[in-house]
Protein backbone atom coordinates (compact mmCIF):
# COMPACT_ATOMS: atom_id res chain seq x y z
CA UNK A 1 0.00 0.00 0.00
CA UNK A 2 1.77 3.25 -0.82
CA UNK A 3 1.35 6.21 1.47
CA UNK A 4 -2.05 7.95 1.69
CA UNK A 5 -1.69 10.94 -0.43
CA UNK A 6 -4.20 13.03 1.26
CA UNK A 7 -4.93 13.88 4.97
CA UNK A 8 -7.35 11.25 6.66
CA UNK A 9 -9.27 13.41 9.71
CA UNK A 10 -10.56 10.80 12.12
CA UNK A 11 -12.99 11.87 14.69
CA UNK A 12 -13.59 8.36 16.95
CA UNK A 13 -11.14 6.08 18.95
CA UNK A 14 -12.77 3.51 17.46
CA UNK A 15 -12.03 4.37 13.93
CA UNK A 16 -8.48 5.60 14.46
CA UNK A 17 -7.62 2.33 16.37
CA UNK A 18 -9.26 -0.18 13.36
CA UNK A 19 -7.40 2.19 11.15
CA UNK A 20 -3.83 1.70 12.64
CA UNK A 21 -4.66 -2.15 13.09
CA UNK A 22 -5.04 -2.35 9.39
CA UNK A 23 -1.64 -0.40 8.71
CA UNK A 24 -0.01 -2.74 11.15
CA UNK A 25 -1.01 -5.62 9.53
CA UNK A 26 0.22 -4.24 6.10
CA UNK A 27 3.78 -3.82 7.70
CA UNK A 28 3.55 -0.03 7.99
CA UNK A 29 5.62 2.06 10.65
CA UNK A 30 3.63 4.41 12.27
CA UNK A 31 5.17 7.23 13.93
CA UNK A 32 3.16 9.44 15.99
CA UNK A 33 2.76 13.17 17.63
CA UNK A 34 0.29 13.79 20.09
CA UNK A 35 -0.42 17.09 20.66
CA UNK A 36 -3.00 19.41 22.33
CA UNK A 37 -3.55 21.68 19.33
CA UNK A 38 -2.84 25.24 18.39
CA UNK A 39 -0.35 24.12 16.86
CA UNK A 40 3.11 26.21 15.80
CA UNK A 41 6.58 26.01 14.53
CA UNK A 42 7.78 23.56 18.01
CA UNK A 43 4.98 21.37 17.22
CA UNK A 44 5.94 21.08 13.36
CA UNK A 45 9.20 20.25 14.30
CA UNK A 46 8.28 17.40 15.67
CA UNK A 47 6.35 16.25 12.94
CA UNK A 48 9.02 16.63 10.44
CA UNK A 49 11.47 14.70 12.83
CA UNK A 50 8.83 11.53 13.12
CA UNK A 51 8.60 12.19 9.37
CA UNK A 52 11.92 11.27 8.92
CA UNK A 53 11.39 7.60 10.51
CA UNK A 54 8.15 6.37 9.40
CA UNK A 55 5.33 5.51 6.68
CA UNK A 56 2.46 7.00 7.84
CA UNK A 57 2.62 10.00 10.16
CA UNK A 58 -0.18 10.34 12.67
CA UNK A 59 -0.73 13.13 14.79
CA UNK A 60 -3.53 13.45 17.55
CA UNK A 61 -5.33 16.91 18.69
CA UNK A 62 -7.35 16.58 22.11
CA UNK A 63 -7.04 18.90 24.63
CA UNK A 64 -6.81 16.43 27.36
CA UNK A 65 -9.07 17.16 30.77
CA UNK A 66 -7.94 15.44 33.07
CA UNK A 67 -4.31 16.80 32.71
CA UNK A 68 -5.92 20.16 34.09
CA UNK A 69 -6.42 21.24 37.74
CA UNK A 70 -9.54 22.94 39.25
CA UNK A 71 -8.36 26.37 38.65
CA UNK A 72 -6.41 25.83 35.54
CA UNK A 73 -7.16 26.98 32.02
CA UNK A 74 -8.84 23.85 30.77
CA UNK A 75 -11.76 26.36 28.93
CA UNK A 76 -9.50 28.97 28.38
CA UNK A 77 -7.04 26.67 26.66
CA UNK A 78 -6.07 28.47 23.03
CA UNK A 79 -7.98 26.19 20.34
CA UNK A 80 -7.95 26.47 16.43
CA UNK A 81 -8.48 23.38 14.74
CA UNK A 82 -8.42 25.17 11.04
CA UNK A 83 -5.57 26.43 11.28
CA UNK A 84 -4.21 23.28 12.96
CA UNK A 85 -5.27 21.14 9.66
CA UNK A 86 -3.30 23.42 7.39
CA UNK A 87 -0.08 23.25 9.36
CA UNK A 88 -0.80 19.06 9.45
CA UNK A 89 -1.32 19.00 6.04
CA UNK A 90 1.74 21.14 5.02
CA UNK A 91 3.64 19.09 7.44
CA UNK A 92 3.00 15.59 5.76
CA UNK A 93 0.75 14.65 8.19
CA UNK A 94 -1.24 11.29 7.25
CA UNK A 95 -3.42 10.57 9.97
CA UNK A 96 -5.13 13.33 12.35
CA UNK A 97 -6.87 12.12 15.34
CA UNK A 98 -9.44 14.90 16.19
CA UNK A 99 -11.43 13.30 18.88
CA UNK A 100 -14.95 14.25 19.29
CA UNK A 101 -15.65 15.96 22.81
CA UNK A 102 -16.69 13.06 25.47
CA UNK A 103 -15.48 10.07 23.47
CA UNK A 104 -12.17 9.61 24.97
CA UNK A 105 -13.04 8.77 28.54
CA UNK A 106 -16.16 6.52 29.61
CA UNK A 107 -18.46 8.09 32.04
CA UNK A 108 -17.14 5.97 34.93
CA UNK A 109 -13.66 5.60 33.96
CA UNK A 110 -11.87 4.29 36.90
CA UNK A 111 -8.45 3.32 35.23
CA UNK A 112 -5.55 5.60 36.23
CA UNK A 113 -1.78 5.40 34.76
CA UNK A 114 0.08 6.62 37.67
CA UNK A 115 4.00 7.36 37.41
CA UNK A 116 5.05 7.38 41.33
CA UNK A 117 8.43 8.80 41.83
CA UNK A 118 9.54 11.72 38.15
CA UNK A 119 5.90 13.26 38.99
CA UNK A 120 6.24 14.10 42.54
CA UNK A 121 8.76 17.35 41.69
CA UNK A 122 9.22 20.40 39.49
CA UNK A 123 6.01 20.82 37.91
CA UNK A 124 4.33 17.78 39.69
CA UNK A 125 5.11 19.69 43.10
CA UNK A 126 2.15 22.16 42.50
CA UNK A 127 0.14 20.84 39.66
CA UNK A 128 -1.22 17.11 41.58
CA UNK A 129 -2.39 14.60 39.49
CA UNK A 130 -1.54 16.41 36.06
CA UNK A 131 1.13 13.75 35.13
CA UNK A 132 -1.55 11.13 36.19
CA UNK A 133 -3.66 12.42 33.65
CA UNK A 134 -0.83 13.03 30.74
CA UNK A 135 0.25 9.36 31.38
CA UNK A 136 -3.20 8.08 31.55
CA UNK A 137 -3.85 9.82 27.56
CA UNK A 138 -0.64 9.21 26.58
CA UNK A 139 -1.20 5.52 27.13
CA UNK A 140 -4.90 5.49 25.66
CA UNK A 141 -3.72 7.31 22.51
CA UNK A 142 -0.72 4.54 22.22
CA UNK A 143 -3.24 1.78 22.49
CA UNK A 144 -5.24 3.51 19.73
CA UNK A 145 -2.62 5.09 17.26
CA UNK A 146 -0.38 1.94 17.79
CA UNK A 147 2.39 3.35 17.11
CA UNK A 148 5.99 2.58 16.23
CA UNK A 149 7.60 5.50 17.27
CA UNK A 150 6.36 8.95 19.04
CA UNK A 151 8.06 12.20 19.13
CA UNK A 152 7.52 14.37 22.53
CA UNK A 153 9.62 17.94 22.99
CA UNK A 154 12.51 18.71 25.28
CA UNK A 155 10.65 21.81 25.98
CA UNK A 156 8.09 19.48 27.98
CA UNK A 157 11.02 17.83 29.88
CA UNK A 158 9.61 16.59 32.83
CA UNK A 159 6.69 14.69 31.13
CA UNK A 160 9.44 13.68 28.12
CA UNK A 161 11.38 11.67 31.06
CA UNK A 162 7.98 10.26 32.58
CA UNK A 163 6.50 9.03 28.98
CA UNK A 164 9.78 7.34 28.80
CA UNK A 165 9.93 5.77 32.20
CA UNK A 166 5.88 4.93 31.47
CA UNK A 167 7.20 2.91 28.52
CA UNK A 168 10.03 1.00 29.99
CA UNK A 169 7.94 0.36 33.09
CA UNK A 170 5.18 -0.86 30.94
CA UNK A 171 6.87 -2.44 27.82
CA UNK A 172 5.07 -0.16 25.59
CA UNK A 173 6.31 -1.45 21.96
CA UNK A 174 6.73 2.83 21.23
CA UNK A 175 10.02 4.38 20.98
CA UNK A 176 10.57 7.49 22.13
CA UNK A 177 12.47 10.38 20.17
CA UNK A 178 12.82 13.60 21.78
CA UNK A 179 12.33 16.37 19.94
CA UNK A 180 14.64 19.69 20.72
CA UNK A 181 13.20 23.03 21.93
CA UNK A 182 12.09 25.06 19.02
CA UNK A 183 12.27 29.62 20.13
CA UNK A 184 11.49 32.57 19.17
CA UNK A 185 14.38 34.87 17.57
CA UNK A 186 14.81 36.35 20.65
CA UNK A 187 14.97 32.86 22.61
CA UNK A 188 11.54 32.42 24.00
CA UNK A 189 10.56 29.24 24.15
CA UNK A 190 7.74 28.95 21.58
CA UNK A 191 4.33 27.76 23.68
CA UNK A 192 0.72 27.75 22.87
CA UNK A 193 0.04 29.59 26.08
CA UNK A 194 2.20 32.39 24.69
CA UNK A 195 -0.92 33.62 23.07
CA UNK A 196 -2.07 34.94 26.93
CA UNK A 197 0.75 37.15 26.91
CA UNK A 198 -0.04 41.12 26.73
CA UNK A 199 3.21 43.09 24.56
CA UNK A 200 4.79 44.40 27.82
CA UNK A 201 4.01 40.43 29.20
CA UNK A 202 5.55 38.95 26.47
CA UNK A 203 9.16 41.05 26.87
CA UNK A 204 8.54 40.31 30.84
CA UNK A 205 8.88 36.58 29.56
CA UNK A 206 12.40 36.88 28.26
CA UNK A 207 13.34 36.82 31.80
CA UNK A 208 13.43 32.67 31.90
CA UNK A 209 15.66 32.40 28.80
CA UNK A 210 17.97 34.85 30.34
CA UNK A 211 18.27 33.07 34.09
CA UNK A 212 19.08 29.70 32.22
CA UNK A 213 21.63 31.79 29.41
CA UNK A 214 22.85 32.95 33.29
CA UNK A 215 22.95 29.70 34.66
CA UNK A 216 24.44 27.92 31.34
CA UNK A 217 27.69 30.66 31.81
CA UNK A 218 28.15 30.10 35.31
CA UNK A 219 28.50 26.59 34.64
CA UNK A 220 30.71 26.95 31.64
CA UNK A 221 33.24 29.03 33.61
CA UNK A 222 33.49 26.45 36.29
CA UNK A 223 30.59 26.84 38.96
CA UNK A 224 29.33 23.67 40.01
CA UNK A 225 27.26 24.99 43.26
CA UNK A 226 23.83 24.48 42.20
CA UNK A 227 22.93 26.82 45.06
CA UNK A 228 24.84 29.27 43.56
CA UNK A 229 23.48 28.63 40.06
CA UNK A 230 20.03 28.85 41.36
CA UNK A 231 19.91 31.67 42.77
CA UNK A 232 21.83 33.55 40.00
CA UNK A 233 19.05 32.99 38.32
CA UNK A 234 16.59 33.91 41.28
CA UNK A 235 17.89 37.20 41.22
CA UNK A 236 16.96 37.48 37.54
CA UNK A 237 13.99 36.97 37.89
CA UNK A 238 13.45 38.63 40.48
CA UNK A 239 14.05 42.09 38.57
CA UNK A 240 10.85 41.40 36.77
CA UNK A 241 7.60 42.79 38.83
CA UNK A 242 5.58 40.96 36.74
CA UNK A 243 7.36 37.38 37.40
CA UNK A 244 6.71 35.44 39.97
CA UNK A 245 8.73 32.54 40.36
CA UNK A 246 6.40 28.79 40.63
CA UNK A 247 9.86 26.61 41.19
CA UNK A 248 13.48 27.07 40.01
CA UNK A 249 15.59 23.77 39.86
CA UNK A 250 18.79 21.82 39.41
CA UNK A 251 18.32 18.27 39.25
CA UNK A 252 19.44 14.87 38.05
CA UNK A 253 19.11 14.90 34.45
CA UNK A 254 17.69 10.97 34.74
CA UNK A 255 16.36 11.21 37.94
CA UNK A 256 15.20 14.39 38.51
CA UNK A 257 16.45 14.39 42.32
CA UNK A 258 17.61 17.56 43.45
CA UNK A 259 21.56 18.40 42.89
CA UNK A 260 23.51 20.54 45.59
CA UNK A 261 26.93 19.47 43.30
CA UNK A 262 26.48 19.04 39.42
CA UNK A 263 28.71 16.22 38.86
CA UNK A 264 26.77 14.30 35.75
CA UNK A 265 24.39 16.06 33.53
CA UNK A 266 21.94 18.01 35.33
CA UNK A 267 18.10 19.52 34.22
CA UNK A 268 18.07 23.17 35.17
CA UNK A 269 14.11 23.64 34.85
CA UNK A 270 12.09 26.72 36.21
CA UNK A 271 8.25 27.54 35.70
CA UNK A 272 7.25 31.31 35.95
CA UNK A 273 4.12 33.00 35.82
CA UNK A 274 4.36 36.19 34.00
CA UNK A 275 0.80 37.54 34.63
CA UNK A 276 -1.33 35.13 34.91
CA UNK A 277 0.34 32.93 32.36
CA UNK A 278 2.53 29.93 33.66
CA UNK A 279 5.54 29.49 31.82
CA UNK A 280 8.58 26.73 31.65
CA UNK A 281 11.65 26.30 30.47
CA UNK A 282 15.02 24.04 30.72
CA UNK A 283 18.52 23.67 29.49
CA UNK A 284 20.49 20.68 30.34
CA UNK A 285 24.28 21.18 31.67
CA UNK A 286 26.58 18.04 30.47
CA UNK A 287 29.24 17.84 33.26
Same mark, same amino acid.
Given at each position: ?????? =????????????????????????????????????????? +?????? $???????????????????????????????????? @?????????????? =?????????????????? *? $???????????? $??????????????????????? @?????????? +?? *????????????????????????????????????? $???????????????????????????????????????????????????????????? #?????????????????? #???
Amino acid at each position: MDKPTK =MEIIRTPATIQQRALALKREGRVIGFVPTMGFLHAGHVSLM +RLARTR $CDVLAVSIFVNPTQFGPNEDLEAYPRDFAQDEILCA @QAGVDLLFYPESGT =MYAADASVWVDEASLSTV *L $CGASRIGHFRGV $CTVVAKLFNLVLPDLAVFGEKDA @QQLRIIERMV +RD *LNFPVEILRGAIVREADGLAMSSRNKYLASLQRKDAL $CLRRSLDCAVHLFATGERDAGVLRQAMVEIIGQIPSARIDYIEIVDDMTLASVERIERTA #LVALAVKIGSTRLIDNDV #LRA
